[in-house]
């Protein structure tokens, strides 16, 4: 993520981070503490860019139940079920993307850049899911071929696991 200019958000930075987020998308996100405890889980969830922080990158690897809750509709991504989250070091089966966004052209090609770069690469295995919070959120996720997936979360995008010869 560094090549991205991307840095794991520290704990003095969340509550900020979030906020940027929350502006950019026009709605809540999940609460500082809620974000601090995944994060603490996964050493993985919360990501900003800037100074002042000007992008987010907020994501949440899921264990094999979490992404069937994701799937069926029964995830919460405000506040996932302890089980649903893969902990560090642990299998994934797959990435629920809260949130990509910045504040400024430089930020949002540091936040494009690295789910593009972590979808064909760290995450290439297993599904990425993202809802389109904004009409420029889901066109960008139809043009990084996610697609539409009905019956999970409302507005959820899934892009398919991608194969080492695709």
């Known amino acids: 993520m560094g ?8 704990p003095t ?14 709605g809540a996100l ?13 050493q993985m969830t919360i990501w900003n860019t800037g100074d002042p922080i000007a992008g987010i ?7 094999e139940e979490g992404r069937a809750a994701v799937e069926n509709g029964s995830f919460n991504p405000a506040d996932p079920a ?18 990509y966004a910045g504040a400024t052209r430089e930020a949002r090609k540091s ?11 760290a995450f290439a295995p297993v599904p990425t899911y993202a809802r389109g919070a904004t009409e420029d959120g889901a066109r960008s996720m139809l043009t990084l071929g996610y697609r539409p997936l009905q019956g999970g979360l409302k507005d959820l ?3 398919d696991p991608v194969s080492a010869d695709q």
Do not use: Q, W
Not at 113 to 119: E, N, Q, T
């Open 82 to 99: 302890i089980r649903h989250i893969a902990p560090a070091n642990t299998p994934i089966f797959g990435v629920y993307c809260g949130i």
């Open 157 to 159: 995008f899934v892009s």
């Open 111 to 121: 936040v494009l850049m690295a789910a593009g770069d972590l979808r064909l690469n």
């Open 3 to 10: 090549k991205y200019a991307l840095r794991r958000a520290r």
């Open 30 to 42: 999940a609460r500082p503490e809620v974000v601090a405890t995944v994060d603490a889980i996964t």
């Open 13 to 26: 930075e969340v509550v900020e981070t979030l906020k940027l987020g929350e502006t950019l998308v026009g």
């Open 57 to 63: 990158f907020l994501v949440v690897p899921v264990t």
